[in-house]
Every structure is written in C-alpha cells, then in structure tokens.
C-alpha cells in the first residue's frame, strides 16, 4: 500500500476491524518513510486525512445536535454529511464509521507530530544567504540549494506569487530546476550567479538566494520542499 485514499473510510466494506487494517498497513508504510527521513509527500497526505476526518466528525456532531436526521452518508467531494431517515442497518453502518474515525484521528495525530519533528529538525539546520547584492524586486530570481560542505550545487529558477483567501494573504512558490553546480574553490556562489546572468538574459539582475543545509537528508523527499517553505516565509519576513 503506497497510498491512502480520500474515501478510504467508507469505499468498499465497512467494518471497523478492516479499516483498522487498513490503517495501521498505511502509517506502518509512513513510519518506514520517517525512519529514512523522507516526509514528504507523506506528511501531507497525513494532515490531510485528519482534517477530513475531524470536518467529517464534527458535521455529524452538529447535524445530530441541531436536527435530530440519521445520517446516511458521507459525500467525500464536499466533505458533507448526506441524512434522512434510515433503516436500522444503516444506523449501525454510520456507528461504525464513527467508531473508526475515533480510533484514527488519535493516530493520524500522533504521525503529524512525528513529522513535523523531522521537518522541525531540517529546518533548524538550514542557513539562508544572499548572493552578491539583492535587488529591491525579489519575487523571482534563483535558489541555490547545497549540502554544507557538499560539492552539488542545485539550481532552481523561482517566482513567488502572492493571493487572497477570505482570511488571510497567501504566497506560492513555483521552482524549475536550471542546472547542477560542482562546487569548487574558484566555482563559489558569486561566480555561479555570474554564469547564470550570463546563461539567461531573461533576467539581467536577478535576486540570488542560498540555502545550506547542514545535516544530510533525502534531497527531494525532505530538503527541497522544507527548503521551499522555509525561502517563502524568510524573503516575505
């Protein structure tokens, strides 16, 4: 089992015992990937089962406070509760998904603190620098990406897209992968910020950014997506 699917919880047979298989097959998958230091995209996936649950559980908490309806399904589009009035098999059905969704959201939990413990980790050991002298504008440029005292050095052309929700002001970070550095004595960040004005005249000035990691963790299950995260919220700052 690679992956969890959305509807998990109510495709094919309903029975707690099987669920709970089901379950513990994928966080068994999950934890592997932990004890290697890869969390993504396992980590997110993790986070997203247990917000659905938890929106899952309290729609039929609320529904069953205010109207009293027996639930009779779940539509996993949009996260709703679908109700009527229901045979006594199917009550026991819904009784069932609820057990099961007690019993996942406590484990679901526990993995997000796992990870975020190894995101926590990574990110203590990232430092950012600035290559050469930064223009005002920085919301595209290059991100240098490299293990300290590691001789690759990754090379990504960003953009950093700023966008409204309701609530809050949101920023995006789209990457494209340029080219791979050696490191050497005369090959420093300065002279690859050189060679990538050079290169590529779409952007004469560009904002050049470095980020070392100094701890070694899987490149593109772990680094370069906290790296990523971490570039957004410390150039936005």
Sequence with gaps: MSKLATNWLTE?????????????????????????????????????????????????????????????????????????????????????????????????????????????????????????ISPLRNKEGYLLLNFNKQKDIHVYQYCVSFFEDATEHLKSLSTEHIETYTSTISWTYEKVKSDLIQKRKELPNPAVYAIECTVKVPFNETLLPIAKRYFVSRISA
């Design 12 to 132: 094919n047979h309903i029975d707690f015992e099987y669920k709970k298989y089901m379950l513990l097959a994928y966080l068994q998958e999950v934890e592997q990937h932990y004890n290697s230091t890869q969390i993504y995209p396992w980590l997110t996936e993790v986070m997203d089962h247990y917000r659905n649950l938890l929106i899952v559980k309290n729609s039929a908490e609320n529904l069953t406070k205010g109207f009293h309806k027996e639930i009779k399904g779940i539509d996993w589009k949009r996260l709703s509760i679908l109700y009527e009035n229901n045979t006594e098999q199917d009550n026991e059905v819904m009784q069932e998904v609820k057990n099961i969704i007690e019993y996942s959201l406590p484990l679901f939990y526990q993995y997000i603190a796992d990870g975020k413990k190894i995101y926590d980790y990574v990110e203590e050991h990232l430092q950012l620098k600035t290559v050469g």
